[in-house]
T-cell receptor, first 119, second 112 residues
């Protein structure tokens, strides 16, 4: 099946610094990618939709100036957490839609996630 | 978007069938039911999806009631590696495709 990778898998940074997370579709093209955030013992929350060639669409309550998304190519989307603070510590996961053999619908392929810890 | 309701947790003995229920009473006629699972600290994994017919693949079976208001995911022979949070989702159509709104899911614990 299709593979989505993320880099880095784990990052620790100081408060006030910026962190970039990469999401790559390895064997398929993705004009759309989704970014999720998951806090401990909670479910995944959709943050934004990354669109190749256009601006990202952010969910309500997600600051677009803080979480910068760039969909640089058909296989790469990046999420930059700017001026990170301890409350931004979370598990960030990306996904890209693929296709099932049944046809007529999209299946989401998820990356392994990036654990961000802000000190 | 159709909401789903799942029990928060379930236990299952290793080797037995795990039956995970989901209610989606507001589902529309052309909306699919998807099941994903998330093993601790990993990205979610697709399991199966269906519209109105029962479906089976190498991982699981999906039984959808005739009125489509509920469904059951069946893991026929649960193993310890099936311990995970299972999410029943009716995807939301956005302009750019389908986004998955994860509810709280069912935490399945498979015991020896």
């Amino acid at each position: 099946g299709a593979v989505v990778s993320q880099h880095p898998s784990r990052v620790i940074c100081k408060s006030g610094t910026s962190v970039k997370i990469e999401c790559r579709s390895l064997d398929f093209q993705a004009t759309t990618m989704f970014w999720y955030r998951q806090f401990p013992k909670q479910s995944l929350m959709l943050m934004a939709t990354s669109n190749e060639g256009s601006k990202a669409t952010y969910e309500q309550g997600v600051e677009k100036d803080k979480f910068l998304i760039n969909h640089a190519s058909l296989t790469l989307s990046t999420l930059t957490v700017t001026s990170a603070h301890p409350e931004d510590s979370s598990f960030y996961i990306c996904s890209a839609p693929g296709y099932t053999p049944m046809g007529g619908y999209n299946e989401q392929f998820f990356g392994p996630g990036t654990r961000l810890t802000v000190l | 978007d159709a909401k789903t309701t799942q029990p928060p947790s379930m236990d299952c003995a290793e080797g037995r069938a795990a039956n995970l229920p989901c209610n989606h009473s507001t589902i529309s006629g052309n909306e699919y039911v998807y099941w994903y699972r998330q093993i601790h600290s990993q990205g979610p994994q697709y399991i199966i999806h269906g519209l109105k017919n029962n479906e089976t693949n190498e991982m699981a079976s999906l039984i959808i009631t005739e009125d489509r208001k509920s469904s059951t995911l069946i893991l026929p022979h649960a193993t310890l590696r099936d311990t995970a949070v299972y999410y029943c989702i009716v995807p939301t159509l956005l302009n750019s495709g389908y986004a998955l709104n994860f509810g709280k899911g069912t935490s399945l614990l498979v015991t020896p």
